[in-house]
């Protein structure tokens, strides 16, 4: 079965350098979006979702296949996946994994507990070299066909 590349397309900051990338290196590209989120050019696989909580997330979920790479930013999707024996990785290129999961969860909902008290961490925001760490790992994992 061939890889494919899954994309939630909503929160995902590099989706036309990805697209690019994905066309140069013949990637077989699915992107999730909400239809609030319309993208120019739907050459690729495109799935326009109803808006709504975790639709977009569900309905990867319910495409992704086992060895099949995921980008998103979603611990919670990231979990789905993994129990799918499919990979996750975030924005950034860092590996979502069984052995990191649940402290990322643990993470996310101490953030939401410290956001009800108004005290919310500051994000980090991507860097170059968070970019770079996401496109060499896309190239690495589609280069092993």
Request: glycine share 4%; with cysteine; hydrophobic share 35%.
């Amino acid at each position: 079965m061939m890889k494919r590349l899954l994309i939630d397309g909503d929160g995902c900051p590099y989706l036309s350098k990805i697209r690019t990338l994905a066309k140069e290196q013949d990637i077989d590209l699915y992107i999730y979006l909400d239809d609030a989120h319309p993208l120019k050019d739907d050459d690729e696989h495109i799935f326009y979702i109803d808006q709504g909580k975790d639709h977009v997330d569900m309905a990867i979920v319910r495409d992704v296949r086992k060895d099949d790479l995921v980008i998103t930013q979603d611990y919670g999707l990231a979990t789905l996946v993994l129990s799918k024996q499919a990979l996750a990785i975030n924005t950034r290129g860092e590996d979502y994994t069984q052995d990191n999961i649940e402290a990322l969860l643990m993470q996310r909902y101490m953030s939401m507990q410290l956001r009800k008290i108004r005290r919310a961490p500051n994000m980090k925001k991507s860097t170059k070299k968070d970019e770079e760490r996401l496109f060499k790992k896309i190239l690495a994992y589609f280069s092993q066909k």
